[in-house]
């Protein structure tokens, strides 16, 4: 197997005392011919600089929000690459972008890249069209605002939907094997197995701060 992931970080901004923009994880997967690249964040320039010569097959963003989508269309712009967004996250998309993306995703759709196939699972709840992405190839699911290294993920300080992301979490994320390296939108990686165990805490904790 050629493929391989690679993560572009943008680090977190800051003015005076406050975070003005969180660190954001873009990824990058492929191999030494064609890639896919998820959520590329706001800055094509740092994603153009990883991808290299590398034909960009497709840009997917696990949902809407302008810190993960903002340079979707200028990243996809030089192979003229298609943008792909669950349908249910196009009030949030619209907030960044005027025009539209070119693929409606569904839950249990599949992209290809390389020699490896990334399969999308719908976990709504940090929005309503959050998917995460899993390479059952690459032992990885890319999980995007739905559940970070120290849990569910807010949006702005709150979570629109706590229970039904909690519920996507356990149905779906929990569910694939153990070993998994847990991908996300922002921070470090977890595992299936870790998340699994800190999951009752955050069930018990409830939408207040994460550890």
């Known amino acids: 197997m050629d493929a391989r992931i690679e ?31 998820i959520d590329p ?70 992209f290809e890249v390389a020699d490896v196939s990334l ?20 032992e990885a699911v890319f999980t995007g605002d739905a559940l970070l290294a120290n849990g569910p993920a807010a949006h702005d300080g709150d979570f629109p939907d706590f229970p039904r992301q909690l519920n996507s979490i356990g149905e779906y994320l929990l569910d694939l094997p153990a070993e998994t390296r847990v991908l996300p939108g922002h921070g470090e990686e977890i595992t299936v197995a870790s998340a699994s165990k800190r999951f009752d805490g955050w069930v018990t904790a409830g939408p207040g701060e994460r550890e």
């Open 41 to 110: 964040g706001e800055d094509a320039s740092a994603i153009m600089a990883a991808v290299g010569d590398r034909e960009v097959l497709a840009v997917i963003c696990t949902h809407g929000h302008a810190a993960h989508t903002g340079a979707a269309f200028e990243v996809a712009e030089r192979d003229e690459a298609p943008v792909a967004l669950h349908r249910s996250d196009r009030g949030a998309w619209r907030t960044a972008h005027d025009e539209e993306p070119e693929i409606d995703m569904d839950h249990g759709g599949t």
């Open 7 to 37: 993560r572009v970080c943008a680090p977190s901004v800051e003015e005076g005392d406050d975070v003005i923009a969180e660190d954001a994880n873009a990824w990058v997967i492929g191999d030494d011919e064609e890639v896919i690249v």
């Open 119 to 138: 399969e999308v699972i719908h976990t709504p709840g940090h929005s309503p069209g959050s998917v995460s992405l899993y390479c059952s190839d690459l």
